[in-house]
């Protein structure tokens, strides 16, 4: 049995089983033609799902952090939960509208993929130090779509699809945006023009080109907003009880309850339409939601207790491994772990951006046990 074969006729069967809307595989564009594709029976979308899955930075996900860093609680979100529960919403929104799945997976695995430790903290320290040394802001969005372009694989980056790359790019954007339809016919070109914009005006409205990657971004909010409140009521930074009533009503007072109504709204309100939505109803208790969370859980001072020190270790690193470059001091650790292997073209990029990537591709672990060996005093021998 030719496996290419069934690989043909399924990327013709999705003509009849998919909606008229969603992204065929045929349809896919790769930014570097790769002949020994054409013989993998794998159809494209899915390839960019495995590409991410085994990268690297895929695996840092696992001691990435989600919203509370620095607390020893095994039950708390990490980052790599977070894009597994995205794509399992994700996929099963798309089920139902009809849309390609291994897509949805694809975007959804490599959507936080640029997130450096920390979290959003961790990427406010960051943008500030890239803007010191002459580099644009930094944006995880952006970051994830530069990691798998153009340096994982040693820098010769995973060669992903157009469609994968620009549902990652535009995951993140308007706060309270509760509907989303695609802006179609994206190019590599103009996937680059609207990284550009994005890094100049960070404001810059950008929607996905595929039906797809406008699910992933409504799903990713559906994922962490009420798995966020059962951590936080974990942890005793809120009480059930502080849940907004109105919100309550519509949406439910659990994480599961949440996530069922969210979703089973969100599939009913975009079915046979040229965008994906809520309906006003749970749009307006979704945004309020969203609002308790960032005024009681994500601003909450009991979590930023430590965010001075953070910034100042962020500070230190990214000083020492800029000087470490400038000296070419290949002992240090951002040779040692990061350039060894490198491809040559990647390695003459500007030394604040190979910094950039080196620091934003830690773990938090990681982070801070350089910090450890790195920053502070050892004790020294006893005899000499």
């Not at 009991?302 to 100042?312: G, N, V």
């Amino acid at each position: 049995m030719d496996l290419t074969e069934l690989r043909d006729r399924l990327n013709l069967r999705e003509a009849e089983i998919l909606s008229p809307r969603a992204t065929f595989s045929r349809d896919a564009i790769r930014e570097r033609p790769e002949d020994h594709l054409d013989s993998d029976h794998r159809q494209p979308f899915a390839i960019d799902a495995d590409r991410i899955l085994h990268s690297l930075a895929y695996t840092r996900y696992i001691d990435k952090t989600q919203v509370f860093s620095l607390i020893p609680n095994d039950h708390l979100t990490h980052r790599v939960l977070h894009v597994q529960l995205v794509s399992k919403i994700s996929r099963t929104v798309g089920r139902f509208l009809g849309l390609n799945e291994d897509l949805l997976e694809a975007i959804a695995l490599g959507h936080d993929i640029g997130h450096p430790p920390f979290g959003h903290d961790g990427e406010r320290i960051l943008s500030e130090l890239c803007l010191e040394a002459g580099l644009p802001r930094f944006m995880h969005n952006v970051q994830g779509v530069h990691f798998l372009r153009r340096v994982e694989r040693k820098g010769r980056g995973c060669n992903l699809t157009l469609q994968t790359l620009d549902g990652i790019l535009c995951h993140d954007g308007e706060a309270d945006i509760t509907a989303l339809a695609p802006s179609p016919g994206k190019t590599f070109e103009r996937l680059d023009r609207e990284i550009d914009r994005l890094l100049k005006w960070p404001e810059t409205p950008l929607r996905p080109t595929t039906l797809e990657g406008c699910v992933v971004r409504l799903a990713d909010t559906v994922a962490y907003v009420g798995r966020d409140i059962e951590d936080a009521v974990r942890l005793r930074l809120i009480r059930r009880d502080d849940l907004p009533p109105e919100c309550v009503e519509v949406l439910g007072r659990t994480n599961g309850t949440i996530v069922y109504r969210l979703v089973t709204d969100l599939i009913t309100h975009s079915l046979d339409r040229d965008e994906v939505g809520f309906s006003p109803r749970v749009a307006e208790a979704l945004t309020r939601l969203k609002a308790f969370n960032m005024a009681r859980i994500y601003s909450a001072p009991q979590i930023k207790t430590e965010a001075p020190k953070i910034r100042s270790v962020y500070r230190a690193l990214f000083e020492k491994f800029y000087e470490d470059l400038e000296k070419s001091n290949e002992d240090s650790v951002i040779f040692t772990d990061f350039l060894d292997g490198m491809d040559p073209a990647y390695r003459e990029s500007p030394p604040a951006a190979v910094v950039r990537d080196f620091i934003a591709g830690m773990t938090d672990a990681y982070f801070l046990r350089l910090a450890r060996d790195l920053l502070l005093p050892r004790r020294l021998p006893p005899r000499f």
